[in-house]
């Protein structure tokens, strides 16, 4: 299926980590014919890592270093994009992360962290749209696409923040959808079950890691409860992130994606 | 994109129709790779969409019949698994506005007919792909759905909204049990498009009129469900199961 993304310019946010979903949604607009791919993390050299495996690819890239939650960062990030390629057709927020866990009852919660949890999730995600879509107008076009979480349509105990967090990321994709849609910009959010990324790994801090046969068992145990009997992967997410920011689905916009294998329906 | 359709068997109901979904659908599926796609439907104009699907180099057979009576669904399948050994993939799109009486008038047969077209019709060619899908544990089927599911209003459909909701549940708590046997189901909802569910000769116009309300300020194409159910169909989504997208400009938001 040819998903019209040639001569196209794209963000990825959150896309140092190289076992993330950013990473593999970056590599994936590359590979299917974007014109450039821009990437930023809050991790500058891991930024780069993945820029330089775009140019590999043949389309052009650049690494920013960018802390989301800091509005003056956010705006030079998206201001140096637009210096290099003149506009930006596609943005896909994945930056986002679950802070810590936290088991205490509400009552007991630090304020602190909810704070720094919406900080992150929800703030960051929209300075970054509010500075990439003035441009998107500009061209009457353009295709924004979030990373939600199952966990806001699901119970767990300990990462309530977090998916209250990417609850709003929810709402904010629609809203946005409805006011943008007569300047021809859609937004939809595409939302992971668990995966292999380091999300496990901040999930464990604070405690003492269990051994990786332990945590490989703890998965496959969890797995078992999954309909379709296995964990997401970065390439999941990357195909349908990829699908929602091209011209394949041009008439898609408010829509929250579950992909989970039917763990949430 | 590689959808990883090669080799695919695939079969399409309610292909019939040369301006509807069906045939938008079953054409795509065999240029992005389908080795054979069957098509279904009530009417003669199903061996048209046979005929372009060979055109496009791939194999196809129409299969004439009604998809809400059980024999004409188990010879349909019957037909298709001869032909092609196996079908890996099903697109129910078959469906229909039954009846235009509103609910506080509407007899028990008025709620029959939509029913059975909309939802009694999905469980069958459902069920009688079933034994084939579990026994190669693997299968993907997509249903086309409906926006109207979501909006009010429109008293003259609503029957038939409410068949497609039952539509909605199903593909989730088919999902559900069928994971375990490798068989993904999921559902595209349309907003209003210029297909035959428009009546009269001005579809376009009656369209452009609706879109003033519509988000993204025009009506759903054809190619704009195809895409989608395509995409649902293929190797690209093999980990989404149970899920019902709205392609509709923004329509349905909730």
């Avoid at chain 1, 007991?108 to 995600?125: A, I, P, S």
């Avoid at chain 2, 010879?75 to 506005?97: P, Q, R, T, Y």
């Avoid at chain 2, 299968?139 to 209003?153: E, F, L, P, Q």
């Avoid at chain 2, 009506?219 to 997208?245: C, H, K, P, R, W």
Wanted: hydrophobic share 40%; net charge neutral; aromatic share 6%.
């Amino acid at each position: 299926m040819d998903l019209g993304l040639k001569g196209k310019v794209a963000l990825v946010t959150g896309a140092g980590s190289q076992v993330g979903f950013g990473k593999a949604i970056a590599l994936l607009l590359a590979k299917e014919g974007c014109d450039a791919v821009a990437v930023t993390d809050i991790n500058l050299e891991d930024a780069k890592k993945t820029a330089e495996e775009i140019k590999k690819l043949g389309s052009k890239s650049i690494a920013l270093g960018a802390d989301i939650a800091k509005k003056a960062e956010v705006e030079a990030m998206v201001n140096q994009v637009i210096d290099a390629y003149k506009k930006i057709d596609i943005l896909c927020n994945v930056a986002g992360a679950i802070l810590q866990k936290d088991f205490t009852p509400i009552d007991e919660q630090k304020t602190e962290l909810w704070q720094k949890q919406m900080d992150l999730n929800l703030f960051g995600t929209m300075y970054v749209t509010r500075a990439v879509v003035p441009h998107m107008r500009k061209q009457k076009h353009g295709a924004i696409v979030n990373i939600g979480s199952g966990s806001s349509s699901q119970f767990s105990f300990g990462v309530q923040v977090y998916a209250i967090s990417k609850y709003a990321i929810d709402l904010f994709t629609k809203e946005l959808a409805f006011q943008e849609g007569k300047h021809g910009i859609r937004c939809n959010c595409i939302s992971p079950g668990p995966a292999p990324t380091n999300f496990g790994a901040v999930l464990r801090e604070g405690a003492p890691p269990p051994p990786k046969e332990a945590y490989d068992k703890m998965h496959e145990e969890m797995m078992k409860a999954f309909p379709l009997g296995r964990m997401g992967t970065p390439a999941d997410i990357a195909n349908i992130t990829i699908i929602m920011a091209s011209e394949a689905t041009n008439y898609i916009t408010g829509q929250v994606i579950q992909v989970s294998g039917g763990n949430v329906m | 994109m590689d959808l990883g359709l090669k080799g695919k068997v695939a079969l399409v109901t309610g292909a019939g129709s040369q301006i509807g979904f069906g045939k938008q659908i079953a054409l795509l599926l065999a240029k992005e790779g389908c080795d054979a796609v069957a098509v279904t439907d009530i009417i003669d104009d199903v061996n048209l969409t046979a005929e372009d699907i060979k055109k496009l180099g791939k194999k196809s057979i129409a299969v004439k019949g009604d998809i809400t009576n059980p024999t004409d669904v188990a010879a349909l399948i019957k037909k298709v698994v001869d032909e092609f050994k196996k079908i890996d993939i099903l697109c129910n799109v078959a469906g229909g506005i039954a009846s235009r009486t509103p609910y506080d008038k509407a007899k028990p047969e008025d709620w029959d007919k939509d029913i059975r077209l909309n939802l009694y019709s999905i469980m069958l060619t459902c069920q009688a792909v079933l034994p084939y899908m579990r026994e190669q544990k693997s299968g993907a089927i997509v249903n086309i759905g409906s926006g109207s599911t979501r909006m009010y209003g429109h008293g003259a459909g609503n029957t038939y909204a409410i068949a497609k909701s039952g539509v909605d549940t199903f593909t989730k708590q088919f999902a559900f049990n069928e994971a375990k046997n490798g068989i993904r189901c999921n559902c595209v909802a349309p907003g209003p498009a210029p297909t035959n569910f428009i009546p009269g000769p001005d579809k376009q116009g009656i369209i452009d009129m609706l879109a003033k309300t519509i988000p993204m300020g025009r009506g759903a194409t054809q190619s704009d469900i195809a895409n989608a159910t395509v995409f649902f169909a293929s190797e690209m989504s093999s980990y989404i199961t149970g899920a019902v997208l709205h392609v509709s400009g923004g329509s349905v938001l909730d």
